[in-house]
Nanobody
Framework: QVQLVESGGGLVQPGGSLRLSCAAS????????MSWYRQVPGKERELVAS????????SYSDSAKGHFTISRDQAKNTVYLQMNGLKPEDTAVYYC?????????????WGQGTQVTVSS
């Protein structure tokens, strides 16, 4: 069964850092466009950061620019989101997404989410 498993969330004080991990099983992340999204209750899921397959390019939301970094470790089949300078408004459930267009249709996988809470 194809799976994405996030980890690394938790409680952190404002200004602190966390690194989220997204590990894939039963498929190779290298050929997928990978993204991190976040969601707070009552709001739509928000795209935070993306990287194209094989890490050719990255993009960030305005709120993530300058303090979040998305990266890949192909050998570990894992994608990361390094979050620095965290603010209370970064509190959300963070989700990993893998997407690929293959044979005329989109393959789209989601992880289960990991909670990030920024609070003093």
């Amino acid at each position: 069964q194809v799976q994405l498993v996030e980890s690394g969330g938790g409680l952190v004080q404002p200004g602190g850092s966390l690194r989220l991990s997204c590990a894939a099983s039963r498929f190779a992340l290298a050929v997928y466009d990978m993204s991190w999204y976040r969601q707070v209750p009552g709001k739509e899921r928000e795209l935070v950061a993306s990287t194209t397959s094989r890490g050719a390019s990255t993009s960030y939301s305005d709120s993530a620019k300058g303090h979040f970094t998305i990266s890949r470790d192909q050998a570990k089949n894992t994608v990361y989101l390094q979050m620095n300078g965290l603010k209370p408004e970064d509190t959300a459930v963070y989700y990993c997404n893998a997407k690929r267009f293959l044979l005329g249709s989109w393959l789209n996988y989601w992880g289960q989410g990991t909670q990030v809470t920024v609070s003093s």
